[in-house]
């Protein structure tokens, strides 16, 4: 247990520098860019700017969000109250890149794809019922500040029936907050419901054939936003430094 712990601490100061630099890096958020006045038109006057900026921020955060979401990594069955894993991935999510909000949203020009890599540890537990598993982690964003710790709890429904065809079914939730972004932060949850089933190959190979569904939520949390770096917005003038 103290080398798997010292091993997710050694993990997390390797991944934290990479997200505390100052400048921005290509795949930061720059939401000045969507609701800039001098960029879309009139904001005061024109409802529909309003209503476009609005369209292309919730657009933006409902794909950044699904970038953080969780994975399905491992099977329905637990580990076991015994059984514990330290895993490090790495996923990539496409994203609509020849969009609007996309291309005036980023500090860079987004790829067709965003890539994150992470690790999460998992632990059995038979309190409060067996067949319990709790776990947390990390997901970070290359080229980028953000990165999203997370905590999550499965529990299986049914499993063991290894000498039967009856799949496991568990239940997961998952909760995770995305830092680091200098416009804004997202909560993300998801509860989802997966199935799977173990089969033997020559007492040889384990294969596991599991699928499942997710319910996600995404909830952006915007940060004050300057439309005029440097400069006093209602002198109209550039602030000495």
């Not at 609007?100 to 994150?116: D, H, I, N, R, S």
């Amino acid at each position: 247990m103290k080398t798997i712990l010292s091993l997710t601490g050694l993990i997390f100061i390797i991944f934290l520098p990479l997200c505390v630099a100052s400048a921005k890096y290509r795949n930061d958020t720059e939401l000045s860019n969507l609701y800039n006045p001098t960029v879309t038109g009139n904001w005061n006057d024109s409802i529909q700017v309003k209503t476009d900026a609005h369209a292309k921020y919730r657009n933006l955060m409902s794909q950044l969000g699904v970038v953080f979401a969780p994975n399905f990594l491992s099977p329905a069955e637990t580990l076991g109250y015994m059984g514990h894993a330290l895993g490090v991935n790495y996923s990539m999510t496409t994203i609509d890149y020849k969009a609007p909000y996309w291309k005036e949203g980023m500090e860079g020009k987004p790829g067709f794809a965003l890539q994150t890599i992470g690790f999460e540890y998992r632990k059995g537990m038979w309190f409060p019922l067996p067949g319990f598993e709790i776990g947390g982690g990390l997901k970070y964003l290359p080229e980028s500040h953000m990165y999203a710790p997370h905590i999550m709890a499965k529990f299986a429904i049914n499993e063991g029936y290894f000498k039967w065809p009856i799949p496991t079914i568990a239940v997961r939730g998952y909760g995770s907050r995305v830092m680091g972004n200098t416009d804004v932060d997202l909560t993300i949850a998801s509860v989802d419901l997966s199935l799977s089933k173990s089969f033997g190959l020559l007492s040889t190979v384990n294969t596991t054939v599991y699928a499942g569904y997710a319910y996600l939520m995404i909830i952006p949390d915007s940060k004050v936003i300057d439309f005029t770096p440097g400069v006093d917005s209602l002198r109209q003038d550039v602030i000495p430094t």
